[in-house]
């Protein structure tokens, strides 16, 4: 029999005390091991998610608020920018490709973020590590004004399909889409919600959408999200700008004369009026293309061009000319995100990581306490080892052996019942936070379990082992 | 010659400082394969004695040879391991550990001896009767039965010298006899030599050398 063996019947012997010991640490350590699940989720998500592109141009005020809106739809913007601007971007000579971006509405069935967007959007990587990782999509991206693009949690929780009716090639394909009842699969259509469900005056938009593609999932913000073509988004009864807030804007941001532009802008504004008596006349009067001057976007996704230190020194440029204006920022997402994860995230996570530690050695206490209190009955059963022959090290090394498997077991199962807790806490976290939870993602950092558990099982075992080296064994026989 | 001792001294320190003589042997041997039994009464230091000869207790002065090696010289671990691979020991309240089977007690005799063996051990146990009770804790055994095993663990690593103390002074009168028989057949078959202390006469009455510890335990006068 080794000490192993020894201790384990030691365990065996004492199985209610032991197991009690045991989960005592196992909880601990699962708490630790959320912790940093969560942590490694919050880390990933918030280094890849907006990886793709190298800038955010939105209007002046919070860089924070304005990642969060663009990148995590988890705000909304306070203001927009003309369709002009997003056009004088686009054209830019160091950007290589300029993505608008409108939101605001949410999806009526499931609250989702709506964006509209242009095709363009899906050509950006989702990510950048270990390397970009393009969109992948059952059907089509956006190609009609009423066509919408839905991640794979939106498709799953509102239970939505794809219009199947065009292939790879853009082209009826009847006998692949032909349905068990020889009807051609029509994809969900759906309304949207304007200011989002929780806004002041929210209303549902008559209008349509229709799903011609489910993106697969990114682990990013884009599988809750909606994508809508942006001419459609555009052509919303509501969304479009009136003329004269527009030219106000643009006066505002390409610091122009504003009588000018109201002097440039006079035709649209005289079929703006005609639009508006059309419409007093018939209540359903058709919708219409929204003129470019009523389109505002509210922010725009910049890839500079070049690799490396070019594309640096560009979005360094736009950064710096945008710094001077008053009307509109640049920001980088990646710095946002870094400072949001360093001073908010980031503090949380060490706040909660103390509290598992402290967890964790209060569990130690616990082994302590255990382990010691037996030591009185244990005395015996050392004695008589050491009658038999055990060296006084021997049985020390007993004592700690005991400790130690009574913490690498609760390391083991804190393990499994940490990606447990996760596995049964990501659907909730999901739905309330909207954060994409992997339960099997495994932090590097839960190797440490292991190391921590031998010191802890060193530490919660030296008193008793002690007193194990140093019974009396005449004196305890003898009693 | 299997056990040897010479003017030995034992004594304990008192709480006041002082030092209250145990043990004052002159000389006291035991042939190879000799049975002694050894009568004491309650507080003469029989059990002092005992663990003074099975290296547990060190003595102030003097020498104890087992076998040819003079314990009282060794460092404790070496004497730890001494024990365990030439001394057996069968105790009064036989000492089984509660966790472990009859057949793990005896196998735990022999892994501080660094020699066990799963067979010889249930050679053993098969030997003082116990060959179906191989799995049974010492709960679930008779105190008869539960002292047999006690046996079978102090013959585990084939000792020169087994120290007997009082073995049958926790059992019944009808299972006196039989472990008493037991023990004394175990160490003639394996030509061990036994030392056994008893306050009966009736016990020691048995033995064709009897000897009384107040006789040659003087620990008053000096050695």
Redesign the interface.
Known sequence: ??LFQ?AL??M??RGLASWLTMISVALGVSLMVAVLVLHSVLGKQFSQSGSGYSLIIGPEGSPTQLVLATVYRIENSTSNMPWRYYQKWATDRRVELAVPLSFGDSTEQGDFPVIGTTPQYFKLPYARTPEPQPYRVKGDFLKGSWDAVIGSEVARRNEWNADEDINKNGKLDVDEDLNGNGQLDAGSQFQLVHGGQKGEDAHVHKEKFTVKGILQATGTPNDRTVFVHIDGFFMLAGHENPLREAIHSEAQYFHEDEEMLLEKYKPELEAEAREAIAIKLNPNHAAHAVPDLSKEVSAILIVTKGDGLESANNSLSIYTDLGEENAAMAVSPVQVMDKIMRNLVGNIQLAFLCLTGLIVAVSGIGIFVSIYNSMNERR??IA???????????VSLMILCETLLLCLGGGLLGLLLGHGLMFAAAPILEARSGLLIDPWTYSIWELVVLPIALVLATLSGLIPSITAYRTD??ET??Q | MSLVLKNVRKSYKLPDGTRLPILGISSFELQAGEQVALIGSSGGGK??LL?SI?G??TIDAGSIVVDGIDISKLP??SR??F???RIG?V?QTF??????TAL?NV???M???GR?NRSRAKELLDRVGLGQRLNHRPPMLSVGEQQRVAVA?SLA?SPKLMLADEPTASVDQANQTKILDLIRESCRENKISLLLVTHAPEVASAFDRVETLSQFNQPGESA
């Open positions: 029999m080794n020894i019947k030691n065996r012997q015996r059963e008589i080892m050491r009658a038999l022959g055990a060296q006084r090290r021997t064994v005449a026989l003898a | 059990t002092t663990n099975a547990i207790t404790e671990p730890d391991r024990r365990a691979q020991i105790f000492h089984l550990l509660p966790a472990f793990e196998l735990l005799g892994s501080f001896s066990v663990r690593n």
